[in-house]
């Protein structure tokens, strides 16, 4: 039996802790929390010259792991040569802090989801423009040796400049540690967009599952829930095993692209590269409907 982290990170059924937030990261001041989950805590934090940081600082249980440790270490490494488009830059990190930290860009923009439910079902244009936009991140990150493992609507925010796909470069350092920490058998993603290798092995997952997950990401800008429905975990992860994706309400030119990306053999996936080509042309200001862009006048 394979035990999940969440979609924030936390472990499933694990009780929230209050979490005190320390007066400084590194050389950034915190201003507050942005989010939370297993893996660590977003904070929002300044610069010493008032620049605006979102900084995620490591749990100690992790930052205990010396093989954690190395792993982050490379990845981030490799994370901050990502300079995609459609990507947030990592600014800064220190993997040898007590508490290992990893600062990006800070961008006030609203995610996917917090999209779909204040825009509701994005139209044919606007998903061509988001699953370009996806894809040229995935390129980039891709280029780097990097692998995402948690693309989801969370993990993707609209700016007015196109959308931008965060948390790239930790989260295979994360899986691997806590599968020792918590034994074997634990999963980090979120059921509705992992790919089935994701599911079925311990194995590290390669970039042909970040293209699957960018196929749920669209489906579910289109619908509203992921092209496995929704449900407990134990029938989602079994719909994403063995059952075929659901792509009604998906526009009908998309579907033959979105079916062979949510392919069960990863190696019948197309790459990020043919379904940019396959997507163009599109156009990014497909993306900014009226709601969003009130949404992000805000």
Known sequence: MRRRISNDGSAAGAEEATVVLPATIGPYVVMRELGSGGMGVVSLCRTASGRLVAVKQVREEYADDPAFRSRFRREVAAARRVSGVYTVPVLDADTEAALPWIATVYLPAPSLDRAVAICGSFREPALRALGAGLAEALQAVHAEGLVHRDVKPGNVLLSAEGPRVIDFGISRALNSAATRITGTGTVIGSPAFMAPEQISSSHDT?????????????????????????????????????????????????????????????????????????????????????????????
Not at 226 to 236: K, R
């Open 206 to 298: 390669g970039p042909e599952a970040d293209v699957f997950s960018l196929a749920g990401a669209l489906v579910y800008a289109a619908c509203g829930e992921g092209p496995f429905g929704q449900g407990d975990e134990g029938t989602v992860l079994h719909r994403v095993l063995a059952a075929e994706p659901d792509l009604h309400g998906v526009p009908e030119a998309l579907h033959p692209l979105l079916s062979r990306c949510l392919d069960k053999r990863p190696s019948r996936r197309p790459g990020p590269a043919e379904i940019l080509a396959e997507l163009s042309p599109s156009d990014p200001d497909a993306l900014l409907v009226p709601a969003l862009r009130a949404e992000l006048a805000r």
